[in-house]
């Protein structure tokens, strides 16, 4: 096996991201006839981390498939509007493109409901994977929508190993959606299953019982640890996130923030942490509490500005915009 960090000196992407890109159609209000209006804006959890680190100055990548359709042609325009590397993502003409219909609720939390029978993001296959995006990346992320069905179960599977042989960091963000899951079982294996490869993980208090067994986050954070994940971070809405590593744990507070939208808000936190690791130049294990407290706090004021706006990729903001709100 490799020298497990060498691919830093060798790679052309800060952070490469795979799973699903989708269309998140958001409750708009209602027409003057009655009828529900939805606005369709670029989603899917590790596109938006790619965007979100693209626009604080990394270089990114997007593995993963979308139909050959409207919606599939104006995410791949999205991705190549905001200057993330869009050579790994195929459009399918045989499957459609995943649409997600999300309801915000009047505190800006969100229910959904899918349309995926299958999306073409769960058929890709690992012969369509692009190994020289792959093979030469500093960080690859991925996320747990992409282990709920077969064959993006396996390419998951198959990206992480090939990309840890060939040195990448590996940064973990189960996102739990009950209704794309046969039942609860189901959804724990899967989701667990990815745990031994990880080096970085995030994850919501919401599922911090899902993954781990432990309810409280500071016992779900030394149990990850414990299971071989370097850094955990587990985010706790506008009370901040939770962090744990070599040294312990500690929590660290968000940015007061007016609320327009919780769309993306985690992965634009997680996008402004992955920018910070990835531009370090260091392995997973050699930071210290400090050093993580501070990118943890970054990725707090990320967050902190993207839901001030609506939806995920339109809300993401510039490292000025984020060096200010730290007051730098």
Same mark, same amino acid.
């Given at each position: 096996?490799?020298?497990?960090?060498? #691919?830093?000196? =060798?790679?052309?992407? *800060?952070?490469?991201? @795979?799973?699903?890109?989708?269309? *998140?159609?958001?409750?708009?209000?209602?027409? &003057?006839?009655?009828?529900?209006?939805?606005? /369709?804006?670029?989603?899917?959890?590790?596109?938006?981390?790619?965007?979100?680190?693209?626009?604080?100055?990394?270089?990114? #990548?997007?593995?993963?498939?979308?139909?050959? &359709?409207?919606?599939?042609?104006?995410?791949?325009?999205?991705?190549?509007?905001?200057? %993330? *590397?869009? $050579?790994?993502?195929?459009?399918?003409?045989?499957? @459609?493109?995943?649409?997600? @219909?999300?309801?915000?609720?009047?505190?800006?939390? =969100?229910?959904?409901?899918?349309?995926?029978?299958?999306?073409?993001?769960?058929?890709?296959?690992?012969?369509?994977?692009?190994?020289?995006?792959?093979?030469?990346?500093?960080?690859?992320?991925?996320?747990?929508?992409?282990?709920?069905?077969?064959?993006?179960?396996?390419?998951?599977?198959?990206?992480?190993? !090939?990309?840890?042989?060939?040195?990448?960091?590996?940064?973990?963000?189960?996102?739990? =959606?009950?209704?794309?899951?046969?039942?609860? $079982?189901?959804?724990?294996? /899967?989701?667990?299953?990815?745990?031994?490869? %990880? &080096?970085?993980?995030?994850?919501?208090?919401?599922?911090?019982?899902?993954?781990?067994?432990?309810?409280?986050?500071?016992?779900?954070?030394?149990?990850?640890?414990?299971?071989?994940?370097?850094? %955990?971070?587990?985010?706790?809405?506008?009370?901040?996130?939770?962090?744990?590593?070599?040294?312990?744990?500690? /929590?660290?507070?968000?940015?007061?923030?007016?609320?327009? *939208?919780?769309?993306?808000?985690?992965?634009?936190?997680?996008?402004?942490?992955?920018?910070?690791?990835?531009?370090?130049?260091?392995?997973?294990?050699?930071?210290?509490?400090?050093?993580?407290?501070?990118?943890?706090?970054?990725?707090? #004021?990320?967050?902190?500005?993207?839901?001030?706006?609506?939806?995920?990729?339109?809300?993401?903001?510039?490292?000025?915009?984020? !060096?200010?709100?730290?007051?730098?």
């Amino acid at each position: 096996m490799a020298d497990t960090y060498d #691919a830093a000196k =060798r790679s052309l992407y *800060d952070i490469t991201t @795979f799973g699903e890109i989708l269309i *998140d159609f958001t409750w708009q209000g209602v027409s &003057d006839t009655g009828q529900t209006l939805f606005a /369709q804006n670029p989603g899917g959890a590790p596109a938006n981390v790619a965007v979100a680190a693209e626009k604080l100055g990394a270089h990114t #990548a997007f593995i993963g498939k979308a139909g050959k &359709d409207m919606h599939g042609e104006f995410l791949k325009s999205v991705l190549e509007e905001e200057k %993330v *590397d869009t $050579k790994g993502m195929l459009l399918d003409e045989n499957y @459609f493109t995943t649409l997600a @219909f999300v309801s915000v609720a009047e505190n800006g939390e =969100r229910s959904f409901s899918f349309a995926r029978k299958p999306g073409a993001d769960t058929k890709i296959e690992k012969e369509e994977i692009n190994v020289d995006i792959l093979d030469k990346t500093t960080l690859f992320h991925v996320g747990s929508l992409s282990l709920t069905e077969q064959p993006a179960r396996n390419t998951t599977h198959y990206a992480i190993r !090939r990309a840890k042989e060939k040195g990448s960091i590996i940064s973990y963000d189960p996102n739990y =959606r009950a209704s794309l899951w046969k039942d609860k $079982k189901t959804a724990k294996e /899967q989701m667990r299953s990815l745990i031994p490869y %990880v &080096d970085l993980m995030k994850i919501s208090d919401e599922e911090t019982e899902l993954l781990t067994g432990k309810e409280k986050p500071e016992e779900a954070a030394k149990l990850l640890f414990e299971k071989g994940v370097k850094i %955990v971070v587990v985010t706790l809405g506008s009370k901040g996130a939770y962090l744990y590593c070599k040294e312990g744990g500690l /929590q660290i507070p968000g940015f007061v923030s007016k609320v327009a *939208d919780t769309n993306g808000a985690g992965d634009s936190f997680w996008g402004g942490f992955l920018y910070r690791i990835s531009k370090s130049g260091k392995k997973p294990e050699e930071f210290t509490l400090n050093e993580l407290k501070e990118y943890v706090r970054f990725g707090n #004021a990320v967050a902190s500005l993207c839901v001030e706006k609506k939806g995920a990729i339109p809300a993401m903001p510039t490292l000025m915009e984020v !060096r200010e709100r730290m007051g730098q």
